[in-house]
């Protein structure tokens, strides 16, 4: 099977869903730029990370529109389209932009089909980059699956990996509900096995990444590899653990976290999000109610403090939870009883 | 073009009916709120009718609408059905929305009306992606975003518009500027008091038009319309106008003079001035617009009864249509 990274295998889904399906088109800022430029040359960037790149040359201008800097309207008229029966892909380059566009998120979209009792679709694909490790600092690197899980109406998608990335954003696309799709900045170079037909992963469906008999891990997006270094480290000491990574955070795929920690009696959530009100605690507390008896020690929550994502390389290491903080409360945990 | 000098007998009366019908839903719904039995928040359209109607009759079942808070006429002129409408609003199971929208909410999709929507600046963006799908398709339909001049402040709204006319699609935003922004003046809001002038600065071409004058409407939006089926790229239209109510049910208005919306309905009323038109030029007969008159306020007294009676969601309702999987 050929290995790709992340950032191709969600470049080939989108190739490939286009293809299959004229109603899929593309519209962000630089989606593939050069528009109105000096040189004359279109597709001058193909997405900022890349993403985007070669759909312009195969589908045209009709289907992977430029837009200008206006994420309201790229996110309203994606959702205006998909009401009018395109299945839109926005991009909204850094996930940071949500708060100049929330309430085509929150209030329009999220909101349609409740509010005009279920006589409409909206199969919209929000895609934005997430997450800290670049030094772009407070307003580039947030990690907001939080927030997005928080309203009723959106489904949520963190990848962690590359083979994910591509049949959960293929399974979004062909998803009749609004998608926010959030894609770790510092997982585009991750590589793995990739098959090169179209695929779906289902959400809602948790992947069991490690098996283990002492500790459940949960870890969310670039955590899931963190959280494999800690767990492949503390194996060699015959320290073993579940790793789940819930791959969408809405739906969240509870029965497999409950059904682990009932095995092993302890858990550990690995979450790059401010700790208040977050994945983490959202995820301990669940357990908490649904499996209290069979818990042997407190739940840890691995999360970054409660500030903004710092800029200063050492300050972004020191805020990032990374290998040695997951470890250390997989330990914390054993020793706890 | 589809000018007003070329509409027949049954198409204006078509036209004086789709206003009555709007004037007298709300005119009811005024008298129905003061009893208490409707529920929420209701933001009444009349006074503005004409606006809606000339727009909306220049539009199919295949071009788009997005309206506002203040929707129920854009609804009816653009083919709700009205029934459906008042059970909705009295927040009844068999309401076009089935009780989850209510006033601020109803949509019909399959009538190109992609919902009324109670974010101020909500609509607009929307009606971007609606003429993006239907420029896409290729089969000549519109997109319209209603917008008042108090929306014509928000930010989403400018973008909006510049998107549109960078990406050249056949959009329409029509402005009813009735005045007030809430309980805000609009010479006091907008800053550069021209919101005709403020579309053309995006690069849309528009006009300002007489909101109480049905044909002033209907052939601006001809021409709009026509420029945006020919490739020609979005318009804006202005529509001078006011709302004979306050901003909703049970606003005191204390920001109008005393006499100010007696002096509207006086001079300003797009029904009687509907009449004088036709009674001059002889196009209908004051028999017709009588017997029009009687039918829709039959209706209206149809649709109340039904909606009264009607029963209201269910407890299980509140948990479907969140998501279609999930």
Known sequence: MPQMTMRDALNQALHQEMERDERVIVLGEDVSGGAGGTSGEREASGGIFGVTKGLLPRFGAGRVIDTPISESAIVGAAGGAALAGLRPVAELMFADFVGVCMDQIYNQIAKFRYMFGGKSRCPVVIRMAMGAGMNMGPQHSQSIYALMTAVPGLKVVVPSNAYDAKGLLIEAIRDDDPVVFLEHKALYPRKGEVPEKPYTVPFGEAALVREGEHVTVVAIARMVPFAERAIDALAKEGITCDLIDPRTTSPLDFDTIVESVEGTGRLVVVDESPPRCSLAADIAATVAERAFGRLKAPIAQVTPPHTPVPFAPALERAYVPGPPRIEAAIRHVLKVS | MSDSARLDGTRLLRAYRQMKLIREFEERLHVEIATGEIPGFTHLY??????????????????????????????????????????????????????????????????????????????????????????LRGGGHVSVAFGGDGSANQGTVFEAMNMAVVLQVPAIFVFENNGYSEHTGCDYAVGSKDLTARARGFGLVAECVDGADFHAVYDAMGRAVERARAGGGPSAIEARITRFYGHFEGDPQKYRARDEVARHRETMDCLKRFRERMRAGGELAEAQLDAVDAEVLALIERIVADAKAAPPPVEADLYTDVYIHY
Request: proline share 2%; aromatic share 2%; net charge negative.
């Open chain 2, 46 to 135: 009349a006074g503005q009718e004409a606006v809606a109607v000339g727009v909306c009759e220049q539009l199919g079942d295949a071009d788009y609408i997005v309206s506002t808070h203040r929707g129920h006429g854009h609804c009816i002129a653009k083919g709700c059905d009205v029934g459906g409408m008042m059970k909705e609003i009295y927040g009844r199971r068999d309401g076009l929305c089935h009780g989850k929208g209510g006033s601020m909410h109803i949509a019909d999709i399959d009538k190109g009306m992609l919902g009324a929507n109670a974010i101020v600046g909500g609509g607009p963006p929307l009606a971007v992606g609606a003429a993006i799908a239907c420029k």
